[in-house]
């Protein structure tokens, strides 16, 4: 066990703890991130192993294939952060709506 | 019409435009339309300005941006019991004079709602920038696409519509992609439609305050992303 591996694992598991915990009710996210969190933990410890699956799916480098799926999961979770703060906004903007409403007052109506 | 102008409820959405804002609201005010104001929290003295009036003021707590705050004047207006709503510029490029025109069509039953337009007239086309025209003409076109609604104008903030038709469009657009938005919603909603010749004043203020191109840009890239996640 090298330390970079030590240094690379830790957070790593601490996510996988920390995914375990919560998310309670959204059993997907959950689920996804676990595998995800596991994947790069495995990773980590068996480096020669993504050199193998590189080649298999015609890759090359092993280095090159964690680039990639890097930047399509990158990728993807900007577009799942999109559409939640869209989400919130909607949210937002409801609320200030009635709120607004509420407090609607005619000036100098006869 | 036997009815008065009251039931006419004029929405002014309104962002730091204490300059204008009064000199757009008198005659609105004047003819005894039902006026609300929605301040989208504007950090100017706005309300200081209109204090006087006889009209309906809402203000935003927070900036949500033109659409949001045309929505909330709608459904205020729905609440108040209008019987028709009409969308109006707080910087003055519509002509108050055009309100019943373009109301015309929807009084007489035969649209739900009236969309004013530029391009129907040929002094109306030349009173806009040559730049701005070429703009408004792409994006016609990317509206017909993404929305199914061919029209003559875009982004042509000058509405007139039926209660049925305030209540039917409900925008979740809060900011410029709204007008690209309250197209789809039209057709989604079955309303009908027809769009009417308007002049729109191009002031040195309200060129200095209407979109550049950068911001059509945004808007179009808004619509994308919306099309791509909803």
Redesign the interface.
Known sequence: MTPIKILLALPLLALVLLFLTRLQNQTFYRLSLILVALAGLTLVLFPELSTQIAVAVGVGRGVDLVIYIGGVVFFIGM?VL??KL?RI??TQ?EI??N???N???????? | MPTSNASTFVVVPTYNEAAALRQTLLPLVYEGYSVVV?DDCSADNTLAT?????????????N?GQG?AL??GM??AV?QGAEYVVHFDADGQHDHREIQTLLAPVKAGEADIALGSRFQRTDDVEAVPVLRRALLKVATIINGVTTGLWLTDAHNGFRAMNRHAADAIRM?E?RMAHATEILSLIRQNRLRYQEVPVHIVYTEYSKQKGQSALNAFNVLIDLI?KKL?L
């Open positions: 577009v999109y559409s869209r906004e909607r903007t200030i709506r709120m607004t409403l407090q609607a007052k005619p000036l100098n109506q006869a | 929605v209109i204090q006087d009036l006889s009209l309906h003021y809402l203000r935003h707590p927070i949500l949001a929505q909330t459904r205020y609440t979740s809060n992303l996640l």
